[in-house]
């Protein structure tokens, strides 16, 4: 375009709805959902923490002798013979290394440890999953990870001598899923930006915006730069910085445009959740087969894992067949140069060292609204999931249900979240409740379930003549007989169903355009697979108590923690916060760029002064290509991105990954690849020019 290579187009999403692209992406989306949760219901939250307890028990011995065999001695009777026919529950420990853990425990500590390792990978992969070359290699990799992880337990019987390797194929599954999910969640703001309505919006939006503009007298370049408004947020459409200068109607289409968005992604986000639990529930009545003919043994609650692996992988083609990727921008020697100078770990670093700028208490307090759901987030999904996984091992070790009836269970939730899923929205439209107040309401219901099984303790609901370990009963009350756990389970269905819809819409509200993958990369540490204290602390409970039960008064005391945390943020503020965020302060980058770059590249190749990038620029969500020589100064995409957008370049200013470009940084000393994005705000300028 000119002497300087420079050229910029607008990208087929920038202006123009295309139904058949936005279709093709939210199939590949929700497809992935799909193939996913599916492991989710059936190994996860339901055949996977039986299935490790089981192993444990085939390889434990009973106290306090230590020498019988746990399946030798029959310590769990069938679930006809009843609890009352249960005098005395010997307890079945195995010993790892030189350490004497419960069976029930085994399971807890293995999700313990898994979670601290998928939160270690979530966070170094956040980097890579935002830049869309990776993202979408990145999914498909973790997903083909934890599903061959998952197909390998049909491979490994309870007797074999290297039977610990379960814990091992558990581990990296989980780490599979938590990390593919961060990339696939990294999508959700596009997606709710390709629909037609959103799409239609915005182009009412900035038709508005560019008539307000050709009126303002205060143009820097009478094309379209206006400036009178002073705004420090970034004009990506959705801004809810009304600006004193806007026109009544350009506020109320701003204010719709931001409410479309936010209703627009928590129905893709409630879609995904309902079409996951539909096909947990058609791969639980798979599984519900072999289980059935085989009385739950072993081989049964593997081979359930093994096929929801195989259904995962399966169902994962889709996905990658629809899902946006580079789609093709770099060819020939430019994708070879690019490949040549892409480091892992380099990136991996990035990533760290990104994390401690999020986590800086400066950054923290700009954006204190989104990090206070964090915190909130952080106790319910922990808390929710381990009311999950704990409910399941009480059915089994302490209400003696077959697995058979702990399937039924897993279908009783997942039918009732299926409904939950559908049926909130439709309350919440009627009673006009915020996202806010309906994910409160969900966590105060949602703590009656550890609750009730608190007032298992309760004179009242047991014998009086039983044991003081209160390990028989009588009366139904306090989940204390198998039926209250298939009425329980219908309950929290309708109320889990429905939170992670919720809790998944409400953060994408919070979170700073450009940086999804990073952000869902926090969220996703304690999303669904990824609880980590909650079980651990279980764990510690039933090794220490011999009673499971116990748990439940832990599992109140974490769900009611969120709660202030929950009503102290403010929505609209957050949201606020979130489109000015930008991350201030290392100098250091700016001020000696080529050391740390030619640190971290050391190079057996020399640098390529040839070598072009091509970069996708994001302003007002039009989006435009610039190609650039990795070696020139950014000035020069600066100037053409205001050429391309009828804008002064010295009203603008320019983010990549939250740290603002400086005319003299270069591609190359701040690190960009080919397809890495910048995001252009309007400029601070303190008042109109003269």
């Known amino acids: 375009m000119d002497s300087d290579n420079l050229y910029a187009e607008e990208s087929a999403s920038g202006n123009v709805y295309d139904g058949a692209k936005a279709k093709r992406h939210l199939r590949g989306w929700l497809s992935y959902a799909f193939a996913s949760e599916v492991f989710v219901v059936v190994s996860l939250t339901m055949f996977l923490p039986i299935c490790l307890e089981q192993f444990a028990r085939d390889n434990g011995v009973l106290l306090p002798d230590k020498t019988t065999p746990c399946v030798a001695a029959g310590a769990i009777p069938p679930a006809s013979a009843g609890i009352n026919s249960v005098v005395e529950e010997l307890r079945c420990v195995v010993k790892i290394g030189w350490v004497w853990i419960d069976s029930a425990s085994f399971s807890l500590y293995v999700y313990s440890t898994s979670v601290a390792l998928q939160a270690l990978t979530v966070i170094s992969m956040g980097g890579i999953a935002n830049n869309p070359h990776h993202r979408k290699l990145t999914l498909l990799f973790f997903a083909a990870l934890g599903s061959v992880s998952a197909m390998l337990f049909l491979s490994l019987p309870s007797s074999s001598p290297v039977w610990l390797f379960s814990a091992m194929f558990a581990i990296l599954a989980n780490v599979g899923f938590g990390a593919s999910v961060v990339a696939m969640n990294a999508y959700l703001p596009m997606l709710a930006r390709e629909d037609k309505e959103v799409v239609v919006a915005l182009e009412e939006l900035r038709a508005s915006e560019a008539e307000a503009e050709a009126e303002d007298d205060t143009q820097v370049s009478g094309d379209g730069g206006g400036n009178g408004d002073s705004q420090a947020a970034p004009l990506l459409g959705g801004g809810n910085d009304a600006g004193d200068g806007a026109s009544p109607e350009t506020q109320a289409l701003r204010e719709r445009y931001t409410s479309l968005l936010s209703s627009t992604t928590a129905h893709i986000s409630g879609s995904g959740i309902a079409l996951g639990y539909f096909a947990g529930i058609v791969g639980l009545v798979i599984a519900l087969v072999p289980v059935m003919r085989t009385n739950g043994s072993t081989f049964a609650l593997r081979l359930a894992v093994a096929a929801s692996g195989v259904w995962w992988a399966l169902f994962t083609l889709p996905a990658w067949a629809w899902l946006p990727g580079a789609e093709g921008s ?13 480091s892992l770990m380099r990136e991996v670093g990035k990533a760290w060292k990104r994390l401690g700028q999020m986590l800086r208490w400066r950054e923290i307090r700009k954006l204190k609204n989104t990090f206070r759901f964090l915190g909130a987030w952080f106790l319910l999904s922990d808390g929710f999931t381990t009311i999950t996984s ?40 009627r009673l006009q409740w915020s996202n806010q107040r309906v994910l409160i309401v969900l966590v105060v219901m949602c703590s009656v379930i550890p609750a009730y099984g608190c007032l298992g303790f309760l004179p009242v609901f047991r014998d009086t003549e039983a044991d003081a370990d209160l390990l028989t009963t009588a009366r139904i009350g306090g989940l204390t007989t198998q039926g209250e756990m298939f009425g329980l389970a219908v309950y929290f269905g309708t109320v889990y169903g429905a939170f992670q819809g919720y809790a998944r819409a409400f953060y994408a509200e919070l979170i700073p355009s450009g940086e999804e993958a990073r952000w869902y990369a926090l969220y996703s540490i304690t999303d669904k697979s990824s609880s980590f204290v909650g079980p651990l602390v279980v764990g510690l409970i039933a090794d220490a108590t011999g009673n499971i039960r116990y748990a439940f008064f832990f599992l109140v005391a974490m769900v009611w923690a969120a709660v202030p945390l929950l009503v102290s943020v403010d929505v609209e503020r957050g949201r606020e916060d979130a489109q000015k965020y930008l991350v201030e302060g290392e100098q250091g980058r700016h001020e000696k760029p080529r050391l740390d770059t030619d640190e971290e590249m050391k190079p057996d190749i020399k640098p390529d002064v040839n070598r072009k990038i091509t970069l996708m620029v994001n302003y007002r969500e039009r989006e435009i290509k610039i190609a650039v020589k990795a070696h020139h100064r950014m000035s020069k995409v600066f100037e053409a991105t205001g050429r391309a957008f009828n804008m002064d370049a010295r009203t603008l200013k320019f983010v990549h990954q939250g740290i603002r470009l400086k005319e003299d940084d270069t591609p190359d000393t701040v690190g960009m690849e080919d397809g890495d994005e910048i995001s252009v705000f309007l400029e601070q300028l303190g008042g109109g020019l003269s």
């Not at 770099?330 to 892409?342: A, N």
């Not at 089994?396 to 897993?410: C, D, E, Q, Y």
């Open 330 to 342: 770099v060819k020939g020697k430019e994708r070879e140069v690019r490949d040549r100078q892409w």
């Open 390 to 429: 704990t409910a399941l091992l009480f059915g089994k070790t302490s209400l003696h249900m077959s697995a058979s009836a702990l399937i039924l269970v897993g279908l009783l939730v997942n039918t009732a979240g299926i409904l939950g899923a559908l049926v909130w929205p439709r309350v919440q439209r």
